[in-house]
């Protein structure tokens, strides 16, 4: 195998353990890791669309995606600097509220998709 392979595997690993890292030390992506399995699971009792499937995983990889990276900057400010300041609380705020948009909008998702769905099955 030549170098450019090896590193691009090294490259996987390295990603990988930043996923053990965000599911084993960030409580909130256990939180967010559990509604998307709640929402596949819903996916697949109501059968829904591969256009509803699209939404629902665009929604899913956003919110963890912004999850790992708010999670790093986190990481990255608490490392630059312990003391209280306006600059790393604007950085941390800032990060929280990409999480926070992202969640608001997978919630939007989830409401379109499966709230009709499950008023329809009350109503039978
Ligand atoms: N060094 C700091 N200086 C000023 N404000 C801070 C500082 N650290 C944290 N904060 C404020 O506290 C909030 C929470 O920060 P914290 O680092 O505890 O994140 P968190 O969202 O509780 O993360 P987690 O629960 O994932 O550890 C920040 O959004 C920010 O407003």
Known sequence: MNSFCKKRIESFKYAFQGVAALFGGTPNAVVHL??????????????????????????????LALEAVNSSIEALANHVSKDRSDAIRRVKDLAAAAVL????????????????????????
């Open 34 to 63: 559990i509604l998307a399995v709640a929402a596949i699971a819903m996916g697949l009792i109501f059968s829904i669309s591969t256009a509803e499937w699209l939404a629902v995983t665009i929604v899913i990889g956003l919110v």
């Open 101 to 124: 948009l992202a969640a608001s909008a997978a919630l939007a998702v989830g409401l379109l998709i499966f709230l009709p769905k499950i008023i329809e099955l009350f109503q039978c």
